[in-house]
């Protein structure tokens, strides 16, 4: 039988839970498509800096280039938040993505039909959304040289060079070949000498894809626009700063950060994990919504293993649950017929597979 092989990376505050709930719906799964996962826990974040002093152990690096794909739960809590900046939690994490050279990071934010009312947005601004924001995730201002501080000023720097800008616009265009053929590259470039380049490179490379359409915009009319109307965008390609807020942004339009899985790619080996954090305000009370995680599960079968059909059954699953009525806390008051746990999400979905 063919067997894969899984980093399973908890981390902090729900990280435990939700991730728990994503590996029995990946057993569910697995049980009834003739493989199997084996799975080992790996230390990172807060609590790989309280055993071991590092948020992100040697070992962890090590262990994950072995396996076929890495599991992520969340990472940082209040407890961590006054340690220096390299021994936080986010440090271990933005080493990782680094280590691991994931720097495309695929954030879907698509809107379920039965959750068009939970959104803060119109129903029928948010109905039928489905973009995806392709994020650079190894670059820009968030490892950019020069950077530091002293008593009166902070820098950092926002760089990119030709050939990062190079491959995650490959990866836009590959992603929106196989969707509605449409990128929207998003930058400063009115602004800044590094959006100039962007916008430039994306230009070059587009020509390679002459059945996408491309389309620029800056950043902040695009934060507008995905407010206004979201249903204009396919594939959204953004460095790495403006991607994590737009990335935010447009998880809101699904009504609950709780529901949206995310990927991180490169040559080596993907990290999948939902986009929300690590809510330490309700860790351990079992009310956190394990979908995002089981969504990111989806997503290892299908851009890691190539299991698509398994894929398919859990994001079938998980429209099911959702349908049928079934919410956790977050998601409370939207037409609920029953509110779950968090471990009961997991198990509904589980169960809708297995049927
Ligand atoms: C994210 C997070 C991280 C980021 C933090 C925790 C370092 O906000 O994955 O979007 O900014 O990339
Ligand atoms: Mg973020």
Partial sequence: ???????????????????????????????CSGFNFTYEDLLMGGCAYDITGDPLPQETITKSLQSDAVLFGAIGGEKWDNLPREKRPESGLLRFRKELGVYANLRPAVVYDELANASSLKPEVV????????????????????KGRDEERGWN??????????????????????????????????????SQLWRETVEEVAKEYPEVELTHMY????????????????????????????????SMLSGSIGLLPSASVGAKIGV??????????????GIANP???IASASMMLRF???????????????????????????????DAKEICSTSEMGSIIANYIER
């Fill in 1 to 31: 039988m063919k067997s894969y092989k899984i980093a399973l990376i908890k981390g902090d505050g729900i990280g435990p839970e939700i991730v728990d709930e994503a590996v029995k719906v990946l057993d569910a799964v697995a049980s």
């Fill in 127 to 146: 109905r039928g959304v489905d973009l995806m924001v392709v994020r650079e995730l190894i670059g820009g201002i968030y490892f950019g040289e020069p």
């Fill in 157 to 194: 720097t926002m760089v990119y060079s030709r050939e990062e800008i190079k491959r995650i616009a490959h990866q836009a265009f590959q992603i929106a070949m196989n969707r509605s053929k449409r990128v929207c590259s998003i930058d400063k470039a009115n602004v800044l000498d590094v």
């Fill in 219 to 250: 950043v902040d009319n695009a934060a507008m626009q995905l407010i206004r109307d979201p249903k204009q965008f396919d594939v959204m390609l953004t460095g790495n700063i403006f991607g994590d807020i737009l990335s935010d942004e447009a």
């Fill in 272 to 285: 999948y994990e939902p986009i929300h954090g690590s809510a330490p305000d309700i860790a351990g009370q």
């Fill in 291 to 293: 979908i995002a995680t």
């Fill in 304 to 334: 890691a293993l190539g299991e698509n059909e398994a894929a398919d059954k859990i994001d079938n699953a998980i429209k099911k649950a959702l349908s049928e009525g079934y919410r956790t806390q977050d998601l409370a008051q939207f």
